[in-house]
């Protein structure tokens, strides 16, 4: 039966076909959306969308993101991240609440002449219901909404009953009237207007009725999308999938789902809210927002794409989607969670020695999709647990040569025994496949290395022992006499580069390397000493003068061994040129030995592709 509410969206659209069309004008307010405005193709009003067949993603990732804890961004970090969010195609881009701070209000400010239309016109300006006893149009809240210039506004109106008595402090009628008010001016200036029902299933299961009628407001007032908002992240997903089911049956509108992750279930609840008739679904990329997040956009948008095929504007981009993800995390600064679905590090990673021969058959044998869909890759670790089958994976990925299958076998046990035996003495391969990789290639006939260290010391001058003046102020600490100083020097051998070739082979003739001394001055001997081998090594190798350590850890394996324990320490590289990462690892009872063999390996990894041309092998010295 159709529903009355349905009746009436008919009714009300068929009252305004006088004074709308699909080509309306917007008549924007503020400075810069005067006249032609950039979104002028959309409609205040849209059709509805319904799930799972087609869905609307909607990031909220430079607004409800930002709420996360130690998540900041400038307003250029977030320009930059709405140009990112608009090139992998998101249909919405949440970008702030001007009403409530400067950042966000700079930023729709400087969106009007500094992003172009087509990001522009994907724009939501976030705010709430106006104020009680204050009509919406001279809201100051509501008014920095209109000025914003964005085309969608998203306004957040309490749907739970106690929420409005108790901590509104407004009666259930007057929270009515805020809402059917707030809405009815933004749609009366041509905005396209989201009502996110916050406390909305907490609501529907405390008094349904109430919540009925908070969205026959919004909807009569025209609200092109119900979002059902999780708010305190504690509904079951058959909850979820019940009382959306009910909102979609009643009201022919957009119904949308913001979920919150309090109970491990933001993603689960936004993917069977959309398999219940959802057809926009907000979230924020990796999941960040507030306590434990939000629904994880980088799991939800590839769930819906690849294993239940819905519709989506980025469904064409998924193939962007890690790189997407880790484009945020480094521009926010955090770490990228390595176990994320999808986009992570280790998403498709695989250590079990039966796993990795299973795979060698057949790569879906212990992968649910193709890596490559989602712009992803899949890694062999190597560890004491694997078996033979990763290494001979491994080998056959890096082997320069043409071996039988019989001698790839005999090398790979070899180079499993020694794994084992390094990380029986503290070694640990899994997060730093790059010295895997050095191990395999050290270990295969015709290869040579790019460079050899023949020797280094490093010196460490301190003159102020007493820990106080190490922080006295008072003192120009630019001056080399307060504070300990560090310096390296380093011998390294590399290829000659005015070297011909052809001359390579006549040992009478000039040897095909020379040497480099270099000496470096840091902030420790670690410092000192990769500041060293980096500036020996760059001029035969000029490519190494875009990579940089971004990462230095180090553990003592034994504390009870004192000041003559075993130390491990790992080290990360990038690459900024393509922005590639990888990992090295070195243990040594020496902290400055383990941390130069890492160095080593990290630098070794980054020219493996010079390796084939150079000759610094035995039988040239």
Not at 196 to 222: I, S
Not at 321 to 331: A, G, K, Q, Y
Not at 431 to 438: H, L, M, N, R
Not at 588 to 611: P, T
Request: charged share 25%; hydrophobic share 35%; proline share 4%.
């Amino acid at each position: 039966m159709t529903s009355p509410l349905r009746d009436f969206h008919d009714e009300s659209a068929a009252s305004k076909s006088s004074t709308t069309s699909n080509d309306i004008k917007y008549n924007f307010i503020s400075e810069g959306f005067e006249g032609n405005s950039p979104f002028n193709e959309l409609q205040s009003r849209m059709n509805s969308v319904v799930g799972p067949s087609q869905v609307l993603v909607y990031d909220t990732s430079l607004r409800d993101g930002t709420q996360g804890e130690a998540v900041s961004v400038s307003c250029d970090d977030k320009l930059k991240i709405a140009t990112r969010l608009s090139n992998f195609d998101v249909d919405f881009i949440e970008a702030g609440w001007p009403g409530s701070n400067p950042k966000d209000a700079e930023f729709f400010h400087r969106a009007k002449t500094e992003l172009d239309s087509n990001i522009r016109k994907k724009l939501v300006a976030f705010g709430s219901t106006r104020r009680k006893k204050v009509d919406a149009k001279d809201d100051p809240q509501m008014r920095a909404l209109v000025e914003s210039g964005a085309p969608t506004i998203c306004m957040v109106a309490k749907a739970h009953l106690w929420q409005v008595t108790d901590i509104l402090r407004a009666t259930p009628e007057e929270n009515l009237e805020m809402i059917r008010d707030s809405v009815e001016y933004l749609v009366s200036l041509d905005r396209r207007v989201f009502v996110d029902l916050e406390h909305f299933f907490d609501g529907y299961k405390f008094d349904k009725e109430y919540v009925m009628k908070c969205c026959k407001e919004a909807f009569k007032a025209g609200a092109s999308a119900l979002v059902l908002c999780d708010t305190n992240g504690g509904s079951m997903p058959w909850e979820i999938e019940q009382i959306t089911q009910s909102i979609v049956e009643t009201f022919d509108v957009t119904v949308g789902i913001h979920a919150h992750n309090d109970c491990g279930m933001a993603v689960a609840n936004s993917i069977v809210s959309v398999k219940s008739g959802a057809g926009l679904v907000q979230g924020t990329i990796n999941g960040i927002g507030e306590r434990t997040g939000n629904a994880d956009l980088c799991s939800i948008v590839p769930a819906l794409a690849l294993h239940i095929n819905s519709n989506m504007k980025c469904k064409e981009t998924l193939a962007e989607i890690t790189s997407l993800s880790r484009f945020v995390d480094e521009t926010m600064n955090r770490k990228p969670n390595s176990a994320a679905p999808f986009v992570g590090s280790s998403a498709f990673a695989h250590k079990g020695g039966l796993h990795v021969a299973a795979m060698e058959r057949s790569p879906m044998s212990y992968q649910h999709i193709d890596p490559s869909a989602v712009g992803n890759i899949k890694r062999i670790l190597i560890s004491e647990l694997s078996g033979r089958q990763n290494i001979i994976g491994k080998i056959k990925e890096f082997c320069v040569e043409n071996i039988s299958e019989e001698a790839v076998s005999e090398r790979a046990m070899a180079i499993l025994n020694r794994v084992k035996q390094l990380e029986s003495k503290g070694y640990t391969f899994e997060g730093a496949e790059a010295s895997v990789d050095i191990m395999i290639l050290h270990a295969t006939k015709g290869y040579c290395p790019p460079f050899v260290v023949l020797d280094y010391s490093a010196q460490v001058f301190d003159s102020h022992l007493d820990p106080s003046k190490k922080f006295d102020t008072s003192h120009d600490q630019n001056n080399s006499s307060y504070g300990p100083t560090a310096r390296a020097t380093i011998k390294v051998r590399t290829m000659d580069l005015d070297v011909e070739e052809d001359v390579s082979l006549n040992l009478t003739e000039k040897l095909p390397y020379t040497d480099h001394l270099e000496v470096s001055d840091g902030n420790g001997p670690v410092d000192a000493l990769a500041s060293a081998l980096k500036r020996a090594l760059i001029p035969s190798h000029p490519s190494l003068g875009t990579v940089e350590l971004i990462d230095y850890k180090v553990r003592i394996l034994d504390p009870e061994s004192a000041t003559g324990a075993s130390t491990r320490v790992m080290i990360e590289f990038r690459d900024i040129g393509n922005e590639t990462t990888w990992t090295t690892v070195s243990v040594d009872q020496n902290v400055i030995s383990a941390s130069l063999n890492a160095l080593v390996d990290g630098y070794e990894y980054a020219l493996i592709e010079y390796a084939p041309s150079c000759m610094l092998c035995d039988d040239f010295y």
